[in-house]
């Protein structure tokens, strides 16, 4: 299933794009989402941030899921 | 009761079914709280005061800056260098004279957080940094009052409301102050002028909505604006009880440290006691960017901004005695941080909440 992944704020920033595509099995049980992005793109390591998917904040993608959206959102403090 | 005029002012409220006169004489009769007189705060404070609510408190302590008139527009040029809130106040007198102003100089602080916080129906975080927002967050959790949250990036905002009817705090969407090293300052961001005018303006309609009990507040949502693509989304906040009760020291609230906390330790001085040691510098360092105001003539021996210190640090001499300082006493902390970390220097000296306590008539 491939999903769409919005980056906001500074992760945007720093992976020089504001969303890409990603493909999710979750037939075989949970997928770790913050292991999963954090695999690919180490420099989240270093940011704070939620993640959100289908709008709601979890961390945890369950199996067997109908996935429309996943958000990565850090925090801003500009004002 | 609403006199003849207000009756007039208010006139297109009066007849929208929503508010009418009961939900007039509720905002009448609220207070709210708007703290930083920014890109934020401007038009909080403009719809705020043009809708009639009856009291309205504001909480800066900066001055205006050239910077500043690309989006805070409740300020001109003949406001620079005067207060943001003497020159907010003057100008919303002018739009509504039946607004009670109250207006606090000292900004927040955590010492007198809890008190101005208790002292309103509805607090605003019109402000620019983690720290003070984790402060405003902590002292509405306390006194139980609702905290209408605005903050920019760039192009994209979020809004939201906390703390409202038992909802979700700040701290259940992001538990810690960030590693200042993983977040960017505003002055080296930029922000597009226009942005916080919408985010602003989202913030004072959650506060109408809340005081006049209509609508649906962003109540436990985190809305997110894109200016570049107009994208609006909304994404759903869980309490979650244990990251409030685990990191809000409610008794002792004062001893709470609402600095950066992952930074490590570096010497740190005072502006008063720098005042009396300043010839024992032999360099001081200002990282602040080029436009930054106030300049103090013959302070600073040089000027690196944050931004540059990775390619000049060889400025800076390891062996002289160094004060570094910035506007508010973070990013000269990063910098030593760097500077210590990477270069391995020593002899430096953090200017303890920044520029912004200097006496600047001191140098006249």
Redesign the interface.
């Known amino acids: 299933m491939k999903v769409e992944t919005h980056y906001y704020g500074m992760i945007s920033d720093r992976l020089e794009r504001s969303s890409e595509l990603h493909t999710f099995e979750t037939e075989g049980g949970t997928v770790n989402l913050r292991d999963y992005f954090e695999t690919r793109h180490p420099e989240l390591k270093e940011i704070n941030y939620k993640i959100a998917v289908n709008h709601e904040i979890t961390d945890i993608l369950p199996a067997n899921t109908e996935i429309n959206e996943i958000a990565l959102l850090p925090p801003f403090a500009g004002g | 009761m609403l006199s003849p005029e207000e009756h007039e002012i208010y006139s297109r409220h009066l007849i929208l079914e929503k508010i009418g006169l009961s939900g007039q004489l509720k905002l009448k009769n609220s207070s709210v709280l708007i703290i930083?007189a920014?890109?934020?705060?401007c038009p909080v404070l403009q719809y705020l005061s043009a809708a009639g609510v009856g009291t309205i408190g504001i909480a800066d302590h900066d001055t205006v800056e050239k910077t500043n008139l690309q989006r805070q527009v409740l300020f001109g040029h003949s406001s620079l260098g005067k207060l943001k809130v003497d020159v907010a106040k003057k100008r919303l007198k002018d739009l509504n004279p039946f607004v009670n102003f109250k207006t606090f100089a000292d900004g927040i602080t955590i010492g007198n957080a809890i008190d101005l916080v208790s002292a309103f129906d509805i607090i605003v975080?019109?402000?620019?940094?983690?720290e003070t927002?984790y402060l405003i967050n902590d002292a509405c959790f306390i006194q139980n009052k609702p905290l209408v949250y605005?903050?920019?990036?760039?192009f994209?905002?979020?809004v939201s409301v906390f703390n409202l009817n038992n909802g979700p705090t700040y701290r259940c969407?992001?538990p810690?102050l960030?590693?200042p090293?993983?977040?960017?300052n505003?002055a080296d961001?930029g922000?597009i002028g226009i942005l916080?005018g919408i985010i602003g303006t989202f913030q004072a309609n959650e506060v109408i909505k809340i005081i006049i009990k209509i609508g649906t507040p962003l109540n436990g949502k985190?809305h997110?604006f894109?200016a570049l693509n107009n994208q609006s989304?909304?994404?759903?906040?869980?309490k979650v009880e244990h990251e409030i009760y685990e990191r809000i020291k409610i008794n002792g609230f004062d001893q709470n440290d609402y600095q950066f906390q992952c930074l490590t330790p570096v010497l740190e001085i005072d502006v008063e006691a720098f005042l009396e040691s300043k010839n024992s510098f032999e360099q001081i360092i200002d990282v602040r960017e080029y436009n930054e105001y106030p300049i103090i003539e013959g302070l600073a021996s040089n000027v690196i901004p944050m931004g540059e210190l990775h390619v000049r640090f060889g400025e800076i001499d390891p062996d002289k005695n160094t004060l570094i300082f910035c506007k508010r006493g973070i990013r000269s902390q990063m910098a030593i941080d760097f500077l210590k970390e990477q270069y391995n220097y020593k002899n430096l000296t953090n200017l303890k909440g920044g520029i912004t306590f200097y006496p600047f008539e001191q140098e006249k």
């Open positions: 930083g920014g890109g934020l705060g975080d019109c402000t620019d940094n983690f927002r605005g903050a920019i990036h760039k994209e905002g979020q969407l992001y810690d960030p590693d090293k993983s977040v960017s505003c961001t922000v916080p985190l997110v894109n989304n909304s994404y759903t906040i869980p």
